[in-house]
C-alpha cells in the first residue's frame, strides 16, 4: 500500500467501517509508516478540535490532550502520561506517586523542544 492511498482510506470520517484485509493493510502501513501515522495523529486531533499551534509538536498535543472518560484530572487517571502545567508552562511525564510530574524539556518521541 503507498502512502496516498491509505491515506485516502484513513483519513476519513467512515475509516472506521473499514473491515477485512483492506482494514489489516492500513493498519500496517500505519504501523510502518511513520509519516502516516503521524499525519493520522493530526487528522485525529483536528478532528477533535485541537489547536495544534498550542503545541511543541504532534506527540506532546495527543498526550496532553488525552481524554478519559472516568477520570477529569488526568493525575487521577492511570492511562494519562504527560501533563501541561498551565501554572509553569511546562509539559511533564506524571510522576508514580500521581501528584507532580517530572519536567521535559524535549518531546520523548520525536525531540523536539518543549
Ligand atoms: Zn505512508
Ligand atoms: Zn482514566
Ligand atoms: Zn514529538
Known sequence: MDCETFR???????ANQITGDLRMDLT?????????SEA???YDLQQRG???TKYPC???????????????????CPDALIVYSK????????HGDRTSY??????????TKC
Open 8 to 14: 485516502r482510506y484513513w483519513l476519513s470520517p467512515d
Open 28 to 36: 500496517y502501513h500505519f504501523i510502518e509508516c511513520s509519516a502516516c
Open 102 to 111: 517530572i519536567q521535559i524539556k524535549y518531546c520523548p518521541w520525536c525531540g
Open 50 to 52: 485541537i489547536d495544534l
Open 87 to 94: 501554572k509553569n508552562a511546562d509539559f511533564g511525564i506524571i
Open 40 to 42: 493520522s495523529l493530526t
Open 58 to 76: 504532534i506527540h506532546l498535543a495527543q498526550y496532553a490532550e488525552f481524554h478519559c472518560d472516568q477520570h477529569s484530572d488526568p493525575y487521577e
